[in-house]
């Protein structure tokens, strides 16, 4: 079991440009959820996955943010037109839905700074 | 909506001895978990006990312990035998099991310093 993995884990870009994250998340898991943490804050929900389907949104989540899990496997994240405000750690975390409490794992995050 | 509140931002506790870092919570419903995660600073998130509601028995996991009350809607956990690989922020979190979706709630956070 290799765990969530999150690439890349630092991006660095400038305002207004777009930027993409990939999640792998722990084989087999069929649910998935990217949340947001700012510094010195709990992560914030985004949005999640199961298998393919994406079954709920945040209104954190603006018409800019796009996320999809075309095969049900890995997740990407895009934020088109990058702000100042985006910068913040993007959390992706899996679960299986079998599993008692459908218990969260957490993958190591992408640091986004947005000059 | 739940929230989470976790109301002190800053805990030292000298190594070997014990710490409680305090959470408690808002939520009209009746079944739900209840999660502690630590957070070390390389950032990874890391499971380290979680409650189901309707369990009165309280979730022990070797030097991690919590004291969950319902009624009170308060959810401490206890760390015994500090250790220096203790130290890092706990998140507290809420996720409903009635149907409210899957995402976790989480509080802002107790940043845990561990003394020698």
């Known amino acids: 079991d290799t765990g969530v993995s999150q690439n890349p884990r630092h991006k660095i870009t400038k305002r207004g440009q777009n930027v993409t994250f990939r999640c792998d998340p722990i084989?087999?898991?069929?649910?998935l959820y990217w949340y947001r943490q700012t510094l010195g804050q709990g992560p914030e929900f985004l949005t999640y996955?199961?298998?393919?389907?994406?079954?709920?949104k945040s209104r954190l989540l603006s018409d800019r943010f796009s996320a999809e899990r075309p095969k049900g496997s890995f997740s990407t994240l895009e934020i088109q037109r990058t702000e100042q405000g985006d910068s913040a750690m993007y959390l992706c975390?899996?679960?299986?839905?079998?599993?008692?409490?459908?218990?969260?794992?957490f993958g190591p995050g992408t640091r986004l700074t947005v000059l | 909506a739940q929230t989470v509140t976790q109301s002190q931002p800053e805990m030292s506790v000298q190594e070997a001895e014990t710490v409680t870092l305090s959470c408690t919570y808002d939520?009209?419903?009746?079944?739900?978990?209840l999660f502690w995660y630590k957070q070390p600073p390389s950032r990874q998130m890391i499971l380290v006990i979680r409650?189901?509601?309707?369990?009165?028995q309280n979730a022990t996991e070797n030097r991690f312990s919590v004291n969950f009350q319902k009624a009170a809607k308060s959810f401490s956990l206890k760390i015994s035998d500090s250790q220096l690989g203790d130290a890092a922020m706990y998140f507290c979190?809420?996720?409903?099991?009635?149907?409210?979706?899957?995402?976790?709630?989480f509080g802002t956070g107790t940043q845990l310093k561990v003394e020698l």
């Open positions: 979190a809420y996720r409903s099991a009635e149907g409210g979706g899957n995402k976790l709630t």
């Open positions: 996955f199961q298998n393919e389907a994406q079954l709920e």
């Open positions: 084989s087999e898991h069929n649910r």
């Open positions: 975390a899996s679960s299986l839905v079998y599993e008692v409490q459908d218990t969260q794992y």
């Open positions: 409650q189901e509601a309707y369990k009165q």
């Open positions: 939520t009209s419903e009746s079944d739900y978990y």
